[in-house]
């Protein structure tokens, strides 16, 4: 089970918080909340997964999906708070470089703090 809210923080940084395990079934969820966020034309659009417990292989490559869909439309894609099990996955998956990941302090100067 999952759970994902949107939150705009202003015009320019969009949060998507998600919580639980991140698995194939709920895709078609999370991608329709993208496409959403991608509409309002953000500046940052950030994956909270501070409560996120697990990703599988298949949401992985969702998450590559947005990456070059916010390229495409110069949006920067962030991700933050990853636990310890996430992390692994990522790690295992050479993932840690190619996506733009960092703490939920990093993230909270970097990108809250200047806005």
């Not at 991608?38 to 599988?56: G, R």
């Not at 099990?85 to 302090?105: C, D, G, H, Q, Y």
């Not at 909270?108 to 703090?113: A, D, F, I, M, T």
Request: hydrophobic share 45%; with cysteine.
């Amino acid at each position: 089970m999952i759970h994902c809210a949107l939150e705009e923080k202003n015009d320019s940084l969009i949060i998507i918080r998600v919580s639980g395990e991140m698995r194939i079934d709920v895709i078609p969820r999370i991608e329709s909340i993208w496409n959403g966020a991608l509409s309002k034309k953000p500046k940052v659009i950030a994956f909270d997964c501070t409560k996120m417990e697990y990703i599988d292989s298949s949401s992985i490559g969702t998450l590559v999906k947005f990456m070059n869909s916010a390229m495409n439309k110069n949006v920067e894609f962030v991700i933050y708070g990853l636990n310890r099990e996430v992390s692994k996955i990522f790690e295992t998956a050479r993932l840690m470089k190619f996506f733009n990941i960092v703490s939920p302090e990093a993230f909270e100067s970097r990108y809250v703090k200047k806005q």
